[in-house]
């Protein structure tokens, strides 16, 4: 429930509990005085209607309508109104509603109601044929009485009047004598329902307020671990799932911030372990060479040979961690073109297999034969991808009769290469990290598989970069295959799929 549907609510509670007390405390206050409610009617409705011809007929009465028919008898039947039995019985009717009749003339009082029988009474009445006054009262001390007069004239032509009477003395006094019990119910209602909507609104509000706060203490300590308890589903809510979101996106920042950190130290680490390597093999053999070791040509020779070759690491090191990192930082451009994927991974093969052949590996490309298939790619990356994940394999090679097949296929509309070998395999474990910057399955980092670790993470980021992915499957003593999709295209032009590849 929303906190403006809560105040909402709260108000009309607010507005209307505190007179249903009000109510309830008049209703108690009759019931205990009267033993009935009758002093509610006579509080909230001292005029009502009552629809029966009869007076005797009615089952309750109201001195208004009596009044009424009085009225109406004087102008049309005035001998009824001279009936003592009539009259007698209207009195008693009314008496039942503290109510009475008093009647006179110029002369004389011809009736006194028995609930009326007080001289102090007739006095305070007003003279016969008087006019009739607006609210007219008596007030006789501890008394009070709201009148009615009539005046008629007699058959005689003598000027009668009737008066009404009506006792409101029982009222006055249980309102004068519940007073501060009625004002005390009252008050009691609008501090219990002001106070107790106060207290459970607030706290609806202030403690989803204290747990943001408690975790805005604990973010400003740098603990981001604590998560965010959202108990509401209010605009507070809402704040608190924005600051949860908020805390895990600083956490993921922290952490991405350690991390690269850690890459950091550990790429220094590796950069200074890798370069150190070869420049103190390259500064051995040039002092050896000064020092007149070398003494004949050959071994001349093969002092220069080494030299180049360590130099030879030394830039390929440098140039994988200049391509990573502008991989990484997303500068490096790429150039897609539709390429005819079988003849293109022969020509690869072709090129790395004079490299390799020393080593004894062969690299067999399986399925030539094969229709057209066409890829959008990048040549010069996609060379790059299938040069290092073959280096991989040729590097861990632990057999003299070492095999690398290249095998293509067609899933939906992405084609699949696979690169296998028969080499020592990869452990399940260290399965999953294969791919990222600086990771070695050979943690020794030895010159014989030695490298720059980054071969397999630049391939993944450019397969990426293509909208492919890349994975690797392996047991350990059974081989390793590393496969990758490319997305197929129609035909050699490409029939305009090269503009709309999404990268």
Request: one cysteine or more; a negative charge; charged letters at 35%.
């Given at each position: 429930m929303s906190i403006r549907i809560r105040l909402l609510l709260s108000y009309i509670v607010m507005s209307l509990f505190p007179l249903v007390i009000f109510f309830l405390a008049i209703m108690l206050v009759s019931l205990v005085y009267f033993g009935d409610f009758r002093i509610t009617e006579e509080v909230f409705e001292l005029k009502g209607g009552y629809n029966h011809d009869q007076i005797g007929q009615r089952d309750s009465l109201d001195e208004d309508d009596v009044f009424t028919e009085l009225k109406v008898l004087s102008q049309f039947a005035p001998n009824k109104l001279q009936d003592p039995e009539f009259i007698t019985a209207t009195d008693q009717s009314l008496n039942s509603i503290n109510a009475g009749l008093i009647i006179r003339n110029q002369h004389q009082v011809t009736y006194v109601s028995p609930f009326l029988k007080d001289p102090a009474i007739i006095a305070a009445l007003p003279a016969v044929g008087s006019s009739v006054k607006q609210d007219p009262e008596i007030r006789l001390d501890s008394r009070f009485f709201?009148?009615?007069?009539?005046?008629?004239?007699?058959?005689?032509?003598?000027?009668?009047?009737?008066?009404?009477?009506?006792?409101?003395?029982?009222?006055?006094h249980a309102t004068r004598k519940f007073y501060p019990f009625i004002f005390t119910a009252l008050l009691f209602a609008l501090v219990l329902t002001n106070g107790g909507l106060t207290y459970f609104v607030s706290r609806s509000i202030i403690r989803p307020i204290d747990n943001l706060k408690c975790a805005a203490e604990k973010i400003k300590s740098g603990n981001l671990d604590s998560s965010v308890a959202v108990i509401s589903k209010d605009e507070i809510g809402e704040l608190g799932s924005a600051f949860e979101e908020m805390r895990e996106q600083l956490k993921y920042s922290?952490?991405?911030?350690?991390?690269?950190?850690?890459?950091?130290?550990?790429?220094?680490?590796?950069?200074?372990?890798?370069?150190?390597?070869p420049i103190m093999a390259i500064k051995g053999y040039v002092q050896g060479?000064?020092?007149?070791?070398?003494?004949?040509?050959?071994?001349?020779n093969r002092y220069l040979q080494v030299i180049y070759k360590?130099?030879?690491?030394?830039?390929?090191?440098?140039?994988?961690?200049?391509?990573?990192?502008?991989?990484?930082?997303?500068?490096?451009?790429?150039?897609?073109?539709?390429?005819?994927?079988?003849?293109?991974?022969?020509?690869?093969?072709?090129?790395?297999?004079?490299?390799?052949?020393?080593?004894?590996?062969?690299?067999?490309?399986?399925?030539?034969?094969?229709?057209?298939?066409?890829v959008l790619a990048d040549r010069n990356k996609l060379k790059r991808v299938i040069t290092n994940i073959i280096w991989n394999s040729v590097k861990y090679m632990d057999k003299e009769d070492g095999y690398i097949g290249v095998r293509t296929y067609l899933v939906g509309d992405m084609v699949t290469i696979d690169i296998g070998d028969n080499g020592p395999g990869i452990e399940a474990d260290a399965l999953p990290y294969i791919f990222e910057r600086f990771y070695r399955v050979e943690q020794s980092r030895n010159t014989k598989t030695g490298g720059s670790g980054l071969g397999l993470s630049i391939a993944q980021q450019i397969i990426h970069e293509h909208g492919g992915k890349i994975w690797a499957t392996s047991e350990r003593n059974n081989g390793t295959i590393i496969s990758f999709t490319l997305k197929k295209v129609v035909s050699k032009e490409g029939d305009g799929i090269a503009k709309d590849f999404d990268r």
């Open positions: 709201y009148y009615k007069q009539l005046n008629y004239y007699s058959e005689t032509n003598e000027i009668i009047s009737i008066y009404l009477l009506k006792d409101l003395s029982t009222m006055e922290r952490d991405r911030q350690i991390l690269y950190e850690e890459n950091r130290k550990e790429l220094i680490s590796n950069i200074s372990h890798d370069l150190k390597t060479i000064q020092d007149g070791v070398a003494r004949t040509p050959e071994k001349l360590k130099v030879f690491d030394m830039d390929r090191l440098v140039d994988d961690l200049f391509l990573f990192s502008k991989l990484d930082l997303k500068q490096e451009p790429f150039t897609y073109e539709p390429v005819e994927i079988h003849d293109y991974l022969s020509d690869c093969i072709e090129e790395l297999q004079l490299e390799v052949e020393e080593r004894g590996i062969v690299i067999e490309r399986i399925g030539e034969g094969q229709a057209p298939l066409y």
